[in-house]
């Protein structure tokens, strides 16, 4: 059984950005046991699965790639349990998209619950959810005709060119019931101010199979595609790939075998804020939910 | 199990495997990596997947495999080019730090084009390491006082020209006008080679001397013997201080193989000087000299040979994992491979973590138990487990018991202990002699020369038995805990000492001294003792990095001994590398013979490291001005300061690689105020990528490249199991501008200033024939592309990598067009090594270096690439050594010493008010001093904090966000005295958080910068503005407790050399 998680904080603002001020507070009612994820038995004989998830990962992409692009839908699992915290996926997102200040699709956050010396910690990225039936689309659309679309593999795109401008951004993002999935991009370098702007941030980046320099993406709206110009080149998103806990999977929940549909089927996934009914392909793999983000998350 | 795995083997389905693969914590799956994964990579590259509009970016000849340097890890990168432009940095799929397993070796790089391995964050943002705007491109020279921040540019040949002859070479600098700077030309005094062999042997037989009546005669002697070459020496009356060449001295940061010999060959075997020094104490030089002391063998009569190591765990198959101040998923060496195999096996239930640390690490957050134990109370935590495992008898009786190579055979072991061996009441061994057990006994060694062999004697059932400790034939073991009298000698065991150290307070005892509590010891002493061999106490910096840090990790591995974890699957682990220097059989280029006119430095380094002071000719009782060293080196934290008491002898011109003393070392101000003393550094060249928080002091610097840029050989570590040797080499053109040296243009690096000044000295060993004959030493690839030959070659005939395909010959040259003929000539390459070994140079280089397949690491259970020899928890050698400061006899044994000063007065500054704790500790987007310089990490990670404990905060009245300033005993005015008019306040935002020991706080490594681009400089006049960015949080570094005694340096480690991070106490104030 899938738990739902509401994304709405109630009591108070309990995630942080892992590089933002604070990472969370302790809630004084909020005691609980040092015994963490541990389940307790050991595998006996204790064998090392020398598995190696990527090669199957970009085994299952190469095959469904050959499928038409309406044959598959990309799915994406995230294990926080996996996850240590470390962000490389976030720099790795603004290395592979060339993002100005300001903008990553995707972000990590940290939250510490409980009170020394019994605490918790846990890290939870995040990113567009690409949602099947995405309120952003309808809600930008209505603004400016054309900025954003569903491609057939599930991908939520946004068409540069169209989606200028603060109006439409910040419809988008109030239409959005998930937090840190659309960025505003203010078309500026990360050299700025400096002795010079240097040769990387003059790059062209490279995404919905076109390419777009800094200037051209000024004022636009931006989000997480799934790194779609990697996979369509067979290779995984720049975060998933990165993973330093590999934490992340990918894939086509259409192939039944695939490793995503196995974690989609299992008990221990779950979506955020299904209550929104938007159909994310962004799951979540936790332990004891209740304990944890159940605690915040209504 | 068995059925699964030959399911896969067979291949038939494919969605068998998956079904099998652990899941949500389901089954542990046994499988043959190499075949599968061989058949899953070429599926993945078969078919009509790639898309007409193939990415730039997945094309082989766009990508070139190196190796990282934004920490010390060395993860192997794949970087991905556009133009010539490195626009995106990936993990290697080849190494084994970025891909569990790694891809097999052999793998054709058409098939791994597309394959990423993972990186960290600041892996990721490497290439604003490189693509820096504040990066200098050509040779700076003062043009103002010493840290006054104003340059001007110079030409390389100027500053090699300036450097080389000397003279008034800053007259235009106020208060300088008439200040004559001696040059190196004056300094390479000793040149000639059979003198300076012959004074090394003088010198050694002045320190064989026992008295001081002794040693003047034998220093007459010598003055008599050398009077012509007496103007060579720094003092003719102390000929132990070696010629004037040893007042040159070459300091390094982080540095690798390759460098580490071009520099070695420069300083040492080339100039002649004795000072080549590291910077090993200020990361963790007390596990190292631990782990020399414990891995020092009997050779030919004499303990002798440790090696500088440690051990670390086997990560991917421990199965009870006890980390103590050991972050090991924010630093620890890598987040990469260690978070892969952590977090895999936590989630299948194979793993349990238990962390000791007072502060809640992102490990922690991994761990079942978290200990909040008190700073710098390691050794009493180890003790008190160690107790628990005596007394309750849960050690590893067989592994303990053997005394030699051939009983730990019979036990299935690989590697042995002196746990079991006699050591008398004076410290030293019981040797068989001496109870008439045997006689001593002529050996020869392999060189026919003769020495004399006394057994070494255990008890067995009250027998004693003589033994030789590598005899491989005759198994001998012996009683373990023996108290007891043999003929006139009262006698104990290696393991009674350890119990008795241990014994001296109870469990309860220790858990006070530590402040925790007993029952949590005796827990996991349970737990550890519960798991056979795949159980690891790992030991780190938290335990390394305080006054009583060497006995700290003694204790730690003593523990670990108790379970004989060593070279097992998921025990204690070393690191193993293809070697570079052609030691090994069948090597093409012996590095060894590559020096026609090897100079052997003589005399004592001014950090007194590896000599005993009683040996000294300047020994005149104790207290000695400053400590020795006779089993450390590397000691950061004394180079500097002991050029300001001129210790043993004054120095001249000191170079600086990658250093940033002042702001890595705690109380590194002290460092400032002696490099801004012209009469103690009368000349300092550093080679930096910046102007840094150290060179920014410097007369000149030389400009070098980064490590996109450029060649190292980054060996291993020792939790990597396999055997590896990561390449680093160009993946960019240089960025920096270019000179001609030996005739040959060549891009401004750290190899062309040693080079140039190298031609300028006409030094031997560099040049025409430099590498031998015709064999020209002319290029920096003249010397690494040998070494990668050697990488190749492997360890012995027939174990070469193959030879590089057409196909694979071309990716090779295309991946390298855009780099320029100063840098990449493939003629040139090829002619270095020769037809016959460049096909497999360019083997290995495609793939960035030479990686083992995992399944060779190890055989059964067992490691291969194992340590297998002595491990000593008794260390006879320093029972028979004194501190030079307090004359006192060293411990030989696992034992708890409170935090003290070099005289072991403890240090206490609770009463003065300072009554805060203060750790630093490793936020995994920074390394230390070096990257503040990107900025991507800085979008994550914009400023650090002061964390402390709420309970604390409300005490203190300290809010979230309030700012505040550090203050300590040795610092009051709690400032960076910048000594250029600057005072840089210690002023830091308080994070109130859960996740901290109360009464300790905690600031995080990387911030709070006042040069690197943080601060405005002035270059020809114009002033280049610093980056804000780059000067956010606080790094409070100069608020650690210099030692009163030394008085300029920190508190440190007397025996293993570590400097203190986290013994200081400090008081926070509101600003």
Redesign the interface.
Known sequence: MTKVLDEKISRRSFFTK??G???G??AASMVIS??????????K????????????M??E??EA??KSIEKRKWAMVI?T??C?????C???C???N?LP?GV?YRVVHEV?D????D?????MPTNCMQCEKPTCVDAANKIIPGSMSIRPDGIVTIDYKKMKGKKVFQAAKKACPYSNALYYDEGKN??D????????EK?KS?EY?KEFSRKETKDATRKCHFCL??I?????P?CV???????MYFGDANNP???VS??IK?K?SFVLNAGAKTSPAVRF?HDNLDETCLKCHE | ?KNENEKIETGNN??EF?KT?????G?????S?FSW?QN??A???T?????A???Q??LAENIVHSVCLQCNTGCGIKVKL?DG???????N?YSPWT???S?PFKTPLSESA????????K???G??TT????RIVKVLKRDGKRGEKKWKAISFEQAVTEIVNGGKLFSNVKGEENRTVEGLKSLFALKDLKVAKEMSAAVDEIRKKKTVEEKKTAVEEFKKKFAQHLDTMIDAEHPDFGPKNNQVSFVWGRLKAGRAEFIKRFISESFGSTNAHGHTTVCQGSLYFTGKAMSDQFVEGKLTGGQKFYWQTDT??V?FLLAIGSAY?EGGYG??HH???L??????????IAVVDPR?S?I???????I?IKPGTDAAFALAMIRWIIENKKFDVKFLESANKAAATKAGELSWTNSSWLVKEDGSFLRASEIKLAEKEKRQNKDGKEWEFDPFVVLRNGQPIAFDPNDDKNAVTGDLLVDTKIGEFKVKTGLQLVYESAAVKTIEQWADICGIEAKDIIELAVEFTSHGK?AVADPHRGVAQHTNGFYNVLAVYTLNALIGNWDWK?GLIKATTYSIDGSKEGNPFVFGKMHPNKITPLGISIIRHDVKYEESTIFSGYPAKRQWYPFASDIYEEIIPSMADAYPYPSKVLFTYMAAAPYSLPGGQTNIEILTNLDKVSLYIANDITIGEMSMYADYIFPDVTYLERWEFHGSHPSIPQKVQPVRNPVIAPLTTTAKVFGEEQPLTLETMILGIAEKLNLPGFGKDGLGKDRNFYRAEDFYLPMVANIAAGDKPGDEVPDATDEELKIFEAARKHLPKTVFDVQRWKAIVGEQWWKKVVFVMNRGGRFQD?EKAFEGEKFKNKYGQLINVYLEKYVKSKSAITGKKLAGIASYFPIADVTGKEVNDEPDGFKLHMITFRD??QTKSRTIVD???S????ENFVMI???DAKQYGFK??DKVKFTSKSNPEGVWDLKNGIKKPMIGKV????????GIIGFSLGHGHWAN?SSDVIIDGKK??G?PRRATGVHANAAMRLDDYLKNTCLLDPVGGSVSFYDTKVKLTKV
């Not at chain 1, 240590?84 to 490389?88: A, K, L, P, R």
């Not at chain 1, 409980?114 to 010396?117: C, F, L, N, Q």
């Open positions: 892992t590089g001020a604070v990472a507070t302790a040092t015994v963490l994820n541990y389940k307790g038995t050991l595998a004989p204790a064998v090392v699965a020398e598995t190696n998830e990527t090669l199957t970009l085994s992409l190469k790639l050959k294990d349990r996996k240590i915290g470390c962000s490389g976030t720099v790795a603004i290395a592979q060339n200040p990553t510490e409980g009170e020394y010396p605490l918790k910690r846990f890290f990360y050299t101010n400096t002795p010079a702007i240097q040769p990387y790059m490279k199979k110009d990697r369509e080149n067979g290779m995984l720049a790939s990165t993973c330093t806990g590999q934490a075998a695939s490793i196995k974690y299992s221990q793999v | 199990m494919r969605r998956l693969t652990a899941l949500l914590g089954g542990a799956v046994v499988l990596q994964a899953l990579i599926k993945a590259n078919g009509s997947l790639t898309p509009e193939a990415s970016l997945s556009l432009v490195a626009v995106k940095i990936e993990g799929p891909m569990v397993p891809i597309n394959i990423d391995g993972s990186l960290c964050p892996g990721q943002a290439l604003q693509y820096d705007p504040y991917g198959n199965e998923i987040p990469t978070a892969k195999k977090m895999k096996n936590l989630v299948d239930g194979k793993l349990k809640f992102k922690a957050s991994k761990a079942y138990k978290w909040p795949k998921g995992y995994i987007t900025y991507w990490l979008a994550i990670r914009p404990n709420s309970a979230e966000g994070k109130v958080v859960e996740g901290i020991r109360p681009g280049i503005k980056d």
